[in-house]
């Protein structure tokens, strides 16, 4: 039974002695219309509505942001949803009829219902995952439990990220079947954190060193206008910006993003904190992607390696074939026999090749490492439940953000991956000397400080099929992650203000690679291009150093 009388001129329903979770109280409190005005008449004004218990939250006068329909609608729901800090001291202040005493009553009252609603919540969750639990020998969060009891007794304090935790490897160790996906992942994760930079540089190494023995290095060859043109290894800006410089950053890039998000994100995302035999481990998520990793890899073996050197290189070079796209500096024996051989062509062009396989690899694996995270993120939000503490959803914001700012990074790496090439290739089919002087001479002509103009050597530009297929997937794979992640990140009871903030941060990131995809497209299209280029490049380069993180304005509270 409850008690009622009016305070304020409101109705006042006092807190009942028996202990209900918030879902029962909040459904008396509802019905019976708590906290509504007196009619004249002296009888209540009825039950609460969604749209009227908003609406009277929002103009309570210390709340400025107000409270989401949408918000107050869940609590109506037949759910197991509870509700946050913020919100319950402003319910007790409307069922406790703006009166301090009964306020602070009823905002005890409402947070134990919350604690008894998350229980039972967590309660039924681990009957679930008992009743749905799979057979020991194909589990592995059991082995997952048995590594960490296993190395807990040994290493007293493991850190997040640490191989010691890596579900990925024991799984591995216990004999189960070969995982391409699983392999890629240890690539990137754990004490392999530089691993694969140090194999781009590797190979890059061999790559400088074999081009100066052939003489490839520093090579230039004569156009019909009679300039030479520079088409050495040494200046290529694919080879010597791209590869060297920018994927290498790319791929630490992805190594923090896995590393922080198996360590420290995932973990608070999960429903319980945090359950080892939960369902969703991150080993069986990426094993569910094995058939994409295999396509990735018949992709940059069979097409990048072998039919493109075939096609491209190989058969132009044992042919003799002198009428080719462009002249580039696997391709120089052809212009110039008296620098570098035909034999010592095909070896260096196979190397290049069999090294671009290699490290596009590495690039799509990322990439695909990067959906993975997004979509894990969305699945967990999808199956996470608010838990008591009113700062989960906005620490979840922070999350988003933050895991978004590391994929955004990644993909402003691989538009200026895509640029180089096609900057580089662009430059092979034009009629200039060197990139530079391409370049300066376009920005030049277009701000009318000279009256050169550059033209095409072959008369027109090659389709640049390689790079505009790369700048394709990392935008595709950008907008992708960022679909999901809003997504998930909109269904969080989030201050208003931190939400508005979020969706700025993911508009500008938007912007930023909607310019850099127009720059890339623009590459010698019109005179001029080079100063649309400049500015993507100083945006893009600057955008790398943007911690969006810094622009939310949500405080993060530990738990404890």
């Known amino acids: 039974m ?159 990220g640490s191989t010691f935790w890596d579900a990925t490897q024991i799984t591995i160790h216990r004999g189960r079947p070969f995982s391409l996906a699983l ?76 590393n922080r998000w198996k360590g420290g994100n995932r973990p608070t995302l999960l429903p319980t904190k945090p359950d080892v035999s939960s369902a969703q481990t991150w080993a069986l998520k990426v094993q569910r992607y094995s058939g994409s990793f295999g396509a990735v890899l018949f992709v940059c073996v069979s097409i990048i390696f072998l039919i493109q050197w075939i096609g491209v290189y190989l058969s132009p070079l044992l042919s003799n074939k002198t009428d080719v796209a462009m002249i580039d500096w696997m391709l120089a024996a052809l212009v110039r026999p008296d620098v570098i051989t035909t034999e010592q062509a095909v070896i260096l062009s196979f190397l290049a090749f069999a090294f671009s396989g290699m490290i596009y690899w590495f690039f799509f694996s990322g990439l695909l490492f990067l959906y993975i995270i997004a979509s894990d993120f969305s699945e967990l939000c999808a199956g996470r439940r608010e838990e008591p503490d009113g700062t989960d959803d906005d620490r979840v914001l922070q999350i ?42 376009d920005g030049h002509a277009a701000l009318r400080l000279a009256d050169a103009r550059w033209g095409w050597a072959k008369g027109s530009p090659s389709p640049f099929f390689t790079s505009l297929l790369l700048l394709f997937l990392v935008c595709f794979i950008f907008v992708a992650c960022l679909v999901k992640i809003f997504s998930a990140a909109d269904q969080l009871d989030v201050r208003a203000d931190a939400r508005r903030a979020a969706q700025r941060i993911w508009i500008k990131m938007a912007v930023i690679m909607a310019l850099l995809a127009v720059s890339f497209i623009l590459i010698g299209q019109f005179v001029g291009f080079s100063l649309l280029l400049l500015l993507s490049v100083s945006v893009g380069i600057n955008s790398l150093f943007w911690r969006p993180a810094n622009d939310m304005s949500v405080p993060v509270t530990t738990p404890g």
């Open 400 to 441: 988003a953000v933050r895991t978004t700012s590391s994929i955004f990074h990644c993909c402003v790496l691989g538009c200026l991956i895509a640029t180089t090439i096609k900057l580089n290739a662009a430059y092979l089919v034009s009629d200039a000397a060197t990139l530079t002087s391409w370049l300066s001479g």
């Open 183 to 258: 392999k890629a992942e240890a690539m990137f994760a754990g004490a392999n954190a530089i691993g694969l930079p140090i194999s781009v540089w590797c190979g890059m190494g061999i790559l400088w060193f074999m081009a100066y023995i052939f003489g490839a290095h520093d090579i230039s060859y004569p156009l019909a206008n009679g300039v030479q043109k520079e088409v050495g290894f040494f200046w290529s800006s694919a080879w010597s910006i791209g590869d060297l410089i920018l994927l290498p950053m790319f791929l630490i890039v992805v190594t923090e993003l896995i």
């Open 2 to 160: 409850t008690n009622t009388l009016t305070k304020n001129g409101k109705l006042y329903v006092a807190p009942p002695e028996c202990e209900l979770d918030f879902k029962e109280l909040f459904q008396i409190l509802a019905t019976a219309g708590a906290g509504r005005p007196i009619k004249s008449d002296g009888f209540p004004s009825g039950a609460w509505t969604p749209e009227l218990l908003a609406t009277a939250i929002s103009e309570l006068n210390d709340n400025e942001d107000g409270v989401e329909l949408r918000t107050v609608q869940r609590w109506f729901q037949s759910n197991d949803q509870g509700i946050g800090y913020d919100n319950i001291s402003r319910l007790a202040r409307i069922v406790g009829c703006d009166d301090p005493h009964a306020t602070v009553q009823w905002q005890a009252k409402i947070n134990a219902a919350n604690v008894r609603l998350s229980e039972k919540r967590r309660t039924k969750k681990r009957a679930a995952q008992t009743r749905d639990k799979p057979l020991p020998e194909a589990d592995p969060d059991q082995i997952e439990a048995t590594a960490r009891a296993q190395f807990s007794s040994t290493r007293t304090d493991p850190q997040p």
